[in-house]
C-alpha cells in the first residue's frame, strides 16, 4: 500500500510540473514559428545523431558522420571527412541552405593525428567563407566513426561578416 501511495504522489506531482512548465516551453518556440525538423530521404540519421532542427532561422545540425547510406564506414579517414560534410551538406539544402550559410562548425576527431587530413578535406570543401570552427579531440566516436561534426547555420536574410581582431 505504501507503494501505491507513492507511486500516486509521484504522478501527481510529475502531472503537476508538466503544467506549470507548459508555458516556459511554449515561450521558448522561437519567433517566426514553431521547431521544424529537417529528414532526408536519402538516409537515416543514426543512432547518436539527427538530420537537422530549424528554429526559426537558425539550423541546428548534430553528429553528422561519415557512415554511407548503408550505415557502413569508409576505409580512409579522408573520405569519412568527406561524407561528413557532404551530409552537413545535404541538411542544410534540405534547409534550403548551402555551406556559405554556416556560422559554426564544431569536429570531433578521435586522433590528433587525423588532423592535418581533415583539415585537407575541410579547406577544399568549406568554401570561401568559412564558418567559426573548433576541432575536438576525444577518446572515442560510436560504432568506430573517427569523425562527427556539429554544425550552426543562419539562412540568407541574417547579414554575416567577418571580425578580424585588432592586431591579427
Known sequence: NAMKAIKSRTVRM?????????PLVAAAQPAGGAFKVIKLDSRKAGAVSSEGLLAG????????DGRSADG???????????????????VLKAANMDMGNLAWIQVYVTKPEDIAVLNDVYWKMIGANPPARTVLVVANLPAGQKVQINAIAVDNSAKRSVITPQGT
Do not use: I
Open 14 to 22: 510529475l502531472l503537476a510540473l508538466g503544467l506549470l512548465c507548459a
Open 57 to 64: 532561422k537558425t539550423l541546428y545540425l548534430a553528429a553528422q
Open 72 to 90: 557502413s564506414l569508409p576505409s580512409s579517414f579522408a573520405q569519412e571527412v568527406k561524407q561528413s560534410l557532404d551530409h552537413v551538406r545535404e
